[in-house]
């Protein structure tokens, strides 16, 4: 067993260990841990169910770095030509950029003419976006306006999943996306218009995250807070790098971008039978005051981790879950202090949307190979799933996020100070962004575990819904702010560091939730911030 560094305590909390009821109220007792204990074999499953579901949702949301690369391209020589294939290829050779082509034969450069047709390097890739439906020249930011629907859907999709799932249940809400996210994928590989791909790959980016928010709901439901970052961090973000790995590999052995889509698309098809099988979320049925199928989900899961326990009275709970089925996403703003929680955990996901998707999908490559540089950048997020949850339950949430963010800023804003032309490949670039990237990986299950923890249960689903679609608004600018790479290579990075930066020392405000009971109504969320209020002046 690992120890948490000096405390003489085990970070894996025995399977055996039971949640004992507090002296306090009823209404503080948790009745789902009490009766489930803090984890089990069902709940183990489950998150190992939804690690797995992450590997096609990790492929799903960085695709497009190999669904619209850089490939070489040069003008089709127009059908009024009867030029051998040399003297067309030294006609084209005089073009000072593959958009126009010159007349040989006029010295004075006036015989400039626009090309409406291209041919395109197919030997690294096919079928490409931009090979399918010439995204270059006068169409050459029309890759980065789809990268950024892809986005707004991911936004969209994570904010209704939210919605969708305090109305009909978290099972029903993942086998609608994973529905979805089938559907949509496989639309995306037999689109005939550019138009129609980049509706359907809004669809699918909405899918994909609406699918993630939900799961990590739904899985951290049943089980006690020192697993959560267990499950949260090292299961389901595990599940994310995996498929972070195994992206290049699958793009180098497939290049058709038809095929690859295809694939991608088809993965999620086997968690659709298991999600199936399923019971639904105890706490919301109880949240929602369906004791009777909440009771019988408790049963079935108890009976199987050959567990047993009396449950108790559940209708006795019902006063206050009539309260908690209340609160939605206007609540998130009516207080003072939930709102700053709010306005202070929504600027740090929009910096970490913006520091992660720009990295991964616009990391400066210089001339090196796309898939190794690609393949890099994932392993060091290996370290970034297991480092973070041996320190969040010693050092707590709060401490964790703040260094991390501030850290990966200044390290992405350290990449300013580098010359340019000095190191080949300009490799302590790379290696500056690649920490950078390290952090913001480590970041992600950190600051998904602190988002459940921060907010109370009645307004959980949603301000976690929320706040991921604001991350999603960061990785909507970060195609935008890539092309600055246009005027200097650095400027993207900087740029992704500082605000980075400003999120970090701005989560300083933020109380800290380990080893804490949480807030279940609104009330005690409000008096939950004032109490653990860590800036007293505001």
Known sequence: MVNRGGMGESILPPEEEKVEPTSTAENKKDVILDVLGEIGKYQLLVGLLFALMDVPHGWCMLLHKFLAPKVDFWCSMPSDLNYTELEWSNVISTAEDSCYIYSSTDDEGEGRIKCTDWEFDDTQFQNTIIQKWNLVCDKKLLPNIASTVFFLGTGLGVFTAGLLADSIG??????????????????????????IWVAARFLWGAASLGLRSIKIVMSLEMIGSSWRAIICVAFIEGGWTFGYLTLPLLSWLIPDAFYLQLIVAISILPALMLVYQLPESPRWLLATGRHEDCRRNLEYINQFNNKVCEIPNLESKKGEEEEKSAAGFCDLFKTPMLRRTTIIVSFALFALGMLYYGLSLHMPEFNANIYLIFFLSGVVEIPADIVPFLLLNRFGRRLNLCIHLIIGGLLCMATAAVPLGVFSYEWPIVVLAMCGKYISQSCWGIVYLYTTELFPTVVRSVALSFTCSMSRLGSMFSPFI????????????????????????????????????????LEEGEQFFLDNNPCKCC
Do not use: H
């Open 170 to 195: 978290r099972r029903k809400t993942i086998l609608l996306y994973i529905a979805l996210f089938n559907l949509s994928g496989i639309l995306c590989a037999f689109s005939p218009a550019f138009e």
């Open 482 to 521: 890539a092309s600055l790479g246009y005027i200097d290579p650095k400027l993207p990075i900087f740029i992704f560091g500082t605000i980075t930066f400003v999120a970090g020392v701005q989560a300083f405000m933020l109380p800290e939730t380990n080893k804490r009971k949480l807030p279940d109504t």
